[in-house]
């Protein structure tokens, strides 16, 4: 369970900084780790709406990067640029 958290943690983290990049946003690794996994419930949310998605490591990552920079760009839309 402990090892389950981390690599969820690990792969937030990898996700909301690549988001980030894409974005040009820069926030620090817990805010990263949080928009990496509110990102991947958004990606993966659109994906199965959407049927598409491989179900593999790769395009779990792709789409939780998707999702993140979705996520991002709708809370800058509601706070504006300071996001």
Same mark, same amino acid.
Request: net charge positive; glycine share 16%.
């Given at each position: 369970?402990?090892?389950?958290?981390? @690599?969820?943690?690990?792969?937030?983290?990898?996700?909301?900084?690549?988001? %980030?990049? @894409?974005?040009?946003?820069?926030?620090? @690794?817990?805010?990263?780790?949080?928009?990496?996994?509110?990102? *991947?419930? /958004? %990606? *993966?949310? /659109?994906?199965?709406?959407?049927?598409?998605?491989?179900?593999? @490591?790769? *395009?779990?990552?792709?789409?939780? /990067?998707? %999702? *993140?920079?979705?996520?991002?760009?709708?809370?800058?839309?509601?706070?504006?640029?300071?996001?």
């Amino acid at each position: 369970m402990v090892m389950i958290i981390i @690599f969820t943690i690990v792969i937030g983290a990898l996700i909301g900084w690549l988001a %980030g990049i @894409f974005m040009k946003s820069k926030h620090g @690794f817990w805010m990263n780790c949080l928009i990496g996994i509110i990102g *991947s419930i /958004v %990606g *993966s949310a /659109v994906a199965n709406a959407l049927n598409i998605g491989g179900g593999g @490591f790769a *395009s779990s990552i792709i789409i939780g /990067v998707a %999702g *993140s920079c979705i996520f991002i760009a709708a809370v800058r839309a509601i706070m504006g640029k300071k996001f």
